[in-house]
């Protein structure tokens, strides 16, 4: 089995250059207007990093009157997101589903052939950001630095536990590659979402996480979750004096890599083009909204708004390192 570390370090880096969206329709120019409430599926659990973001959408379209129809979210977090695609993939109206993702949109296709979902096939409307992973000890740990957090947990093997959102999903990667590039055998516990894993670190039910900073955000300024290190190219504004995986000497080797989870809205598969031009027009508004750019700031979120076609060779970019990065756990073939 070829090494993770071989396959991550640096060519499997999960960032693109940002860039700007091009040929965003122009309101009124759509001719499409969605004539009932819209599915707004959610590929996760309620409280994780997916779930805030689309719920703090939906507020941003009913506070700027955006649309003429309220958009109505709906959690589908079973087998790591699958639920959410078959749900998407088989709607009986795809001018009116849509859908907030991760990357599980890319790996549960992946690991499971068997749903015959292609990620290529939905309607790319916007990848509104990408979200960060820092990661998380309780403060009675006693964990200061990354280091610490090391030999503690290769001191204490697989009684380690390190919770996540998902089976082989990006908090199981990451996981897998602390594993395999420091020596360590943490045992990995998947829930339905961020929210339960960050409240499961607070209550001492797990030893870490590597949640977003919007999920753990609330633990954090109480006091009860304390960041060792961001696995991001700088520092985060918000946690200024965490370092980045590349900046520490730990284990007795320093390793520079980064990985991000897209925080996109697509259309169910069949979405008609007009609808696809609303939706890229809706989001496009949520976006450029001072309450979008103000979450975005303060949640840690990186990237720039992308659409169309530029987001669809995004996801083909992005389906390939996650192949590379399966496959190299064994989690595929």
Do not use: C
């Amino acid at each position: 089995m070829k090494s993770i570390k071989k396959l991550v370090f640096g060519a499997v880096s999960m960032v693109l250059a940002a860039t700007s969206v091009s040929g965003i329709a122009v309101a009124g120019g759509h001719g499409w207007e969605p004539t009932k409430p819209i599915d707004f599926i959610i590929m996760a659990g309620k409280g994780g990093g997916a779930d805030k973001m689309a719920r703090l959408m939906q507020a941003i379209v009913e506070k700027e009157n955006l649309s003429n129809r309220p958009l109505v979210p709906t959690n589908k977090s079973g087998g790591s997101g699958a639920e959410a695609l078959i749900a998407a993939s088989k709607a009986s109206d795809p001018d009116h589903t849509i859908m907030v993702t991760l990357n599980s949109f890319y790996t549960t296709p992946l690991r499971q052939p068997g749903l015959k979902i292609d990620s290529l096939s939905f309607a790319p409307v916007a990848r509104m950001a990408e979200d960060t992973f820092l990661l998380w000890v309780h403060k009675d740990s006693g964990l200061k630095t990354f280091a610490e957090f090391l030999a503690k947990a290769k001191a204490d093997g697989n009684k380690w536990v390190m919770g996540g959102t998902g089976k082989n999903s990006e908090d199981n990667i990451i996981t897998d590659f602390l594993n395999e590039n420091y020596g360590l055998s943490m045992k990995y516990i998947p829930y339905k979402g961020g929210g339960a894993v960050a409240k499961q670190v607070a209550g001492k039910q797990l030893n870490s996480s590597v949640n977003n900073p919007s999920e753990a955000l609330g633990f954090y300024e109480s006091g009860d979750m304390v960041p060792l290190v961001a696995f991001t190219k700088s520092r985060l504004p918000m946690f200024p004096n965490v370092p980045t995986l590349s900046e520490v000497f730990a284990g007795g080797k320093q390793i520079s890599w980064s990985y991000f989870m897209q925080r996109s809205v697509v259309g169910a598969p069949g979405m008609s083009e007009k609808a696809q031009a609303y939706y890229t027009d809706l989001f496009a508004k949520v976006y450029a909204s001072k309450d979008w750019q103000t979450y975005k700031s303060k949640k840690s979120l990186m990237g720039d708004l992308m659409s169309g076609d530029e987001l669809k060779a995004y996801w083909a970019d992005q389906i390939a390192n996650h192949t590379k990065i399966l496959k190299a756990s064994g989690a595929i073939k």
